[in-house]
């Protein structure tokens, strides 16, 4: 696998893009960002790609403008899906597709994913079939893998598969669907993998999924990126909830994207936020889609302050000049927190990243320093004293009388035992009847 490198500020009229895709570009974007000069080439190059770079760098026209163009250039305007671009979570397939449909003039692109009616996707499916069937497809795998089996689309033409995010795509929850997906589609294909961390398995897994690759890396893997400033306080965890809010009331932050790692104790920690004054709801997997689409829109447009939400966002969503990301809970994956922070400090903003750490979150801590390479050192926070000890790893409870446990499984109660105590001395002392 070869490394492709290049120093230089580049201009996106200076990667040989087509003048249709450049016409398309919003004003505001001239110069590539550094994954974009890097994969833009070799992506038009025909080459299998494996790319690594920070989250809010522009992976998604790192991929999708030279795509688009290729499409182009194979006159693909209509007939069969000829691209699919795989993503693991519905916003970000929203996203995505929005993305990509903002620059194309030609191509039809949709999107597929779950959460959305089947009856209403299907007979969008239908409709598109009827007009002009797409040729790019963005999709989540479970709702792909559904459509595939009942014959709802074919994969038989595709020419340009990615994997967007492609280190959470190939872990153990989507890799058994990955697998029964790529039996759809031919193996002679150009394949390019998008990711901002990469774990040792990623490599494996996809050196059997691309063909003399090309691997460009717009910084250090798994690296955090430098215009976010990170702050570890350390705190009791029955206090994490009344710290946020302490912070949130001090600083008074316009936007606040906050991560926990349950559903249930998103829902918990919004109720207590809203009590608190505070302009806050929750956005997790048991929300209707289009709950989860209104809530998102709502906290973009600024009509919501305080967004809580499990690491359903925590991949590639983005969200213009988000001040400020706070782990209520710290992952128990550090690639994820890596990510995590990732939705503040995009395109070049500054961002701020707090996490509010308890003493039983010391192993995950250590594992984020190991993975991003850094010593996290823990601060105290003002107003919030830590009388929590850290584990010993000793149980405090005494052993057990297993015996005594077993002697007392068929007392219920006292009142019980009682009860039956008396009830047999009643028997032993009553007399017998005389027989006649």
């Not at 806050?280 to 919501?304: C, E, N, P, T, V």
């Not at 390479?373 to 584990?391: C, I, M, N």
Request: hydrophobic share 45%; aromatic share 4%.
């Amino acid at each position: 696998m070869q490394l492709s490198l290049l120093a230089h500020t580049m201009k996106f009229s200076d990667l040989n893009l087509s003048a249709e895709i450049l016409s398309k570009l919003p004003s505001k974007l001239v110069v590539a960002t550094e994954i974009q000069r890097l994969a833009i080439p070799e992506v038009l190059a025909g080459k299998d790609l494996l790319a690594l770079a920070q989250t809010g760098s522009g992976k998604t026209y790192a991929f999708g403008l030279p795509l688009l163009q290729a499409l182009i250039k194979d006159n693909c305007h209509g007939g069969e899906i000829k691209a699919l671009v795989l993503v693991p979570t519905r916003e970000l397939a929203l996203q995505v597709g929005d993305a990509l449909k903002l620059v194309s003039a030609t191509t039809k692109i949709t999107v597929l994913c779950g959460g959305v009616d089947r009856a209403d996707q299907l007979k969008a499916l239908q409709q598109e079939q009827l007009h002009k069937k797409p040729q790019l497809v963005v999709a989540t795998p479970g709702r792909l893998l559904d459509l595939l089996r009942e014959q709802h689309l074919s994969l038989a033409s595709v020419t340009h598969l990615v994997f967007d995010e492609a280190d959470r795509l190939m872990d153990m929850g989507f890799w058994p669907d990955l697998e029964r997906i790529l039996e759809y589609i031919p193996s002679k294909r150009q394949t390019l993998l998008f990711s901002a961390t990469l774990a040792p398995e990623l490599n494996t897994k996809a050196l059997d999924l691309l063909h003399k690759p090309v691997k460009v890396a717009a910084q250090a893997a798994n690296s955090v990126a430098e215009n976010i400033n990170e702050s570890f306080y350390l705190i009791n965890k029955g206090d994490k909830a009344r710290a946020l809010i302490a912070l949130i009331q001090r600083q008074q932050w316009p936007q606040v994207l906050v991560f926990i790692n349950a559903k249930d104790d998103a829902d918990k920690l919004v109720k207590r936020l809203v009590k608190a004054g505070i302009n806050a709801s929750a956005l997790h997997g048991d929300k209707a889609q289009l709950d989860r689409q209104q809530i998102l829109a709502d906290f973009k447009s600024l009509k919501l302050s305080v967004l809580v939400t499990t690491d359903l966002l925590s991949r590639g969503i983005h969200v213009d000049a988000l001040p400020v990301v706070i782990n209520l809970d710290l992952p128990t994956s550090a690639p994820v927190y890596v990510h995590r922070i990732g939705r503040t400090a995009r395109a070049g903003d500054k961002g701020l990243a707090i996490s509010l750490v308890c003493h039983s979150e010391a192993d995950s801590l250590k594992a984020i320093g190991q993975l991003t390479h850094r010593e996290l050192a823990l601060e105290s926070l003002e107003g919030f004293e830590v009388t929590d000890k850290p584990s010993t790893g000793e149980s405090k409870r005494a052993p057990r009388d297993k015996k005594a446990n077993r002697r007392s499984l068929s007392k219920r109660s006292a009142k019980d035992f009682v009860a039956k105590k008396a009830t047999a001395q009643k028997i032993a002392t009553k007399k017998p009847k005389p027989t006649k």
